[in-house]
């Protein structure tokens, strides 16, 4: 299973931008779906954008289309999310994921289509 460690979380003000990074070790990355989901307090982790093996597709929770956008590097194992235009209701614990698909998967979106997941970072936004 490959490992996920994310990076780049803090704290900002309404209106900043940040960008988010996920390293993955051990296993063959191009063989994951990656996706970023969020968790604030009290409530669920929710879908936040993912992406396909070859980096080809993405897909976003309607609460951030157009302010976040997911990438990938396959020669760097690395996933990334940046965040525009954020908002104090974006503040949450970030965390990236992997799940194992085939290379014309659907994107996942469900937390338990995931194998693999982060330690979660932080992002606090302010108003």
């Known amino acids: 299973q490959v490992q996920l460690v994310e990076s780049g979380g803090g704290l900002v003000q309404a209106g900043d931008s940040l960008t988010l990074s996920c390293a993955a070790s051990?296993?063959?990355?191009?063989?994951?779906?990656m996706g970023w989901f969020r968790q604030a307090p009290g409530k669920e982790r929710e879908f936040v954008a993912g992406?396909?093996?070859?980096?080809?597709?993405?897909e976003y929770s309607d609460s951030v289309k157009d302010r976040f956008t997911i990438s990938r590097d396959n020669d760097r194992k690395t996933v990334y999310l940046q965040l525009s235009g954020l908002k104090p209701e974006d503040t949450a614990v970030y965390y990236c994921?992997?799940?194992?698909?085939?290379?014309?998967?659907?994107?996942?979106?469900?937390?338990?289509?995931?194998?693999?997941w982060g330690q979660g970072t932080q992002v606090t936004v302010s108003s």
């Open positions: 994921a992997a799940a194992r698909t085939i290379l014309t998967a659907p994107i996942p979106h469900q937390p338990d289509q995931f194998g693999s």
């Open positions: 051990r296993g063959t990355f191009s063989f994951y779906s």
């Open positions: 992406i396909t093996r070859n980096g080809r597709h993405t």
